[in-house]
C-alpha cells in the first residue's frame, strides 16, 4: 500500500489529511512537528511527504532540508502546506527541494489531485528489477532503454541518445541558452514530431508571430499544416502584437489583442487548450511549447510572471500527460529568478556553442536516466 507522511502541529488539519487519504486507499502516518516528522521518514521510507512549515522543533523547510540531503531518502516527494502563501515563502521551499506549495486553507479537490499526480509520476519514474535504469558512464551517451515512465521522441536524435529515448512524457522542460544557438529551431522540430505522431500540439506564440512559425513547421513537415488544423491537432495562441508592436493575425482564432495581461494570456491558453482537448475534462495529453517565458519575466512584476509559469506546469498531468517546452533566452533574468524557474521544471536543456558547433546538452531530468555530456547538433554550426 502507498504510504505518505502527513506532519502538522495542529491536530485538525493532521486528523482531516488523514481522513481525506484513508479515503484514496493510502497508508497514512501522522508526525506531530519536524523531529516527529524526521524520526517517522527514517522508520517508514515512505511514497510522499506532506508537511506544515511552521512547526515546533524543526519547521518543513528543515524537514525537507534533511530529506533531499540524505541519499536513500531524497527522492521522496515532498508538499509543503503553510497558511504562508508570500512568494517569499513559496520560493524558500522551492529552493528547498519541495515539489508543490499548497497554501492553507486549501481546496481538498485540489490537494487530492497533486497528490495523485506526485505519487503517480514518483511510481512512474521508479525503474523495474527487469529493465533497471542503466548508469552513466564516460564513454557517451546512453543506448535507449525500455522506460518505466513512457518517454516521447524529442525531434532532435542527439538530445534522445542523452536522454533514455526522449523526454518523460507529462514532464515540463526549460530550454535555456543564449539567442541564436537553436531553442526555438528545436521547439519546431518538437511539435512536427508530436504532429507526425499523431499528438495534440499547442503552440504559445508570445516572441515572434504565429505566421513564420507556422511556415517553418510546414517546411520541417513537408506538407501543409492546414490538414493538421483540420484534424484539430494543432492550435496556435498568438500573444506576439504587445511584443512586437503589431496587430494580432486575424487568422488565428486564439489571440490577445492590444496591451497584454496575464490574464488575458491564461484565457486565450485555455480557450485553445480546451479546443484541443487539452484539459482536466479531455485529458487528450500532446505536446505545448511557450515561446518565449523571458518576455513575461522581464515585462511582468516577478511575482506574477512565475505564478503563471507554476501554473501551467501543474496541468501537465491533469491534462493528460502533455510535454511542455518553455524557452527562457540567456541572459534576460538574474540567477536567483533562474533558479525559481528551474526548481518548477522537470528537466533543464541547454543550447550552446562548443568548438564552433551548436551543441545540446541535459543540464538535468527528473524522472529519467541521462547523460549531461555536450552533443553537436549535425547539420547546424
Request: include cysteine; charged fraction near 25%; glycine fraction near 8%.
Amino acid at each position: 500500500m502507498t504510504k505518505i507522511i502527513i506532519a502538522d502541529d495542529e491536530i485538525h488539519i493532521r486528523l482531516l489529511a488523514q481522513a481525506i487519504f484513508k479515503d484514496m486507499g493510502l497508508d497514512v502516518t501522522l508526525a506531530v512537528d519536524g523531529a516527529d516528522a524526521i524520526a517517522k521518514i527514517i522508520q517508514i521510507k515512505p511514497d510522499l511527504i506532506i508537511t506544515d512549515v511552521i512547526m515546533p522543533n524543526k519547521s518543513g523547510f528543515e524537514v525537507c532540508k534533511f530529506v533531499r540531503n540524505t541519499p536513500k531518502l531524497a527522492h521522496i516527494p515532498i508538499i509543503l502546506l503553510s497558511a504562508m502563501g508570500d512568494e517569499y515563502n513559496k520560493i524558500t521551499g522551492f529552493e528547498g527541494g519541495a515539489d508543490d506549495y499548497i497554501t492553507k486553507p486549501f481546496n481538498i479537490e485540489e490537494l487530492k489531485a497533486r497528490v495523485k499526480a506526485l505519487l503517480f509520476r514518483y511510481a512512474r519514474s521508479q525503474p523495474t528489477q527487469k529493465n533497471a535504469a542503466p548508469k552513466e558512464t564516460q564513454d557517451g551517451p546512453y543506448t535507449k532503454p525500455d522506460s518505466a515512465l513512457g518517454n516521447i521522441e524529442t525531434g532532435l536524435p542527439e538530445l534522445d541518445a542523452c536522454l533514455s529515448g526522449g523526454f518523460p512524457k507529462g514532464s515540463n522542460i526549460l530550454l535555456v541558452g543564449a539567442i541564436g544557438r537553436g531553442k526555438s529551431s528545436f521547439s519546431r522540430q518538437f511539435i512536427c514530431k508530436g504532429l507526425e505522431n499523431g499528438e495534440r500540439c499547442l503552440f504559445v506564440a508570445i516572441d515572434d508571430s504565429p505566421k513564420p512559425i507556422r511556415h517553418e513547421i510546414e517546411r520541417i513537415l513537408n506538407k501543409p499544416l492546414k490538414s493538421f488544423s483540420d484534424s484539430n491537432l494543432i492550435q496556435f495562441v498568438d500573444a506576439y502584437s504587445w511584443a512586437g508592436m503589431e496587430n494580432s493575425d486575424e487568422e488565428e482564432p486564439f489571440s490577445v489583442r492590444g496591451v497584454l495581461e496575464l490574464n488575458q494570456l491564461s484565457g486565450a491558453i485555455i480557450d485553445a487548450s480546451m479546443a484541443l482537448g487539452q484539459s482536466v475534462q479531455g485529458k487528450a495529453g500532446g505536446r505545448r511549447v511557450i515561446d518565449s517565458i523571458s518576455s513575461l519575466l522581464v515585462n511582468f512584476d516577478l511575482p506574477s510572471a512565475q505564478r503563471f509559469i507554476t501554473q501551467i506546469t501543474r496541468t501537465a498531468v491533469a491534462f493528460g500527460d502533455v510535454t511542455t517546452l518553455f524557452i527562457l533566452e540567456e541572459g534576460t533574468v538574474s540567477e536567483q529568478v533562474l533558479n525559481n524557474i528551474k526548481y518548477v521544471m522537470d528537466g533543464i536543456i541547454e543550447f550552446g556553442e562548443i568548438d564552433g558547433v551548436r551543441s545540446v546538452r541535459v543540464q538535468s531530468m527528473k524522472w529519467t536516466t541521462h547523460s549531461t555530456q555536450w552533443q553537436p547538433i549535425l547539420g547546424q554550426s
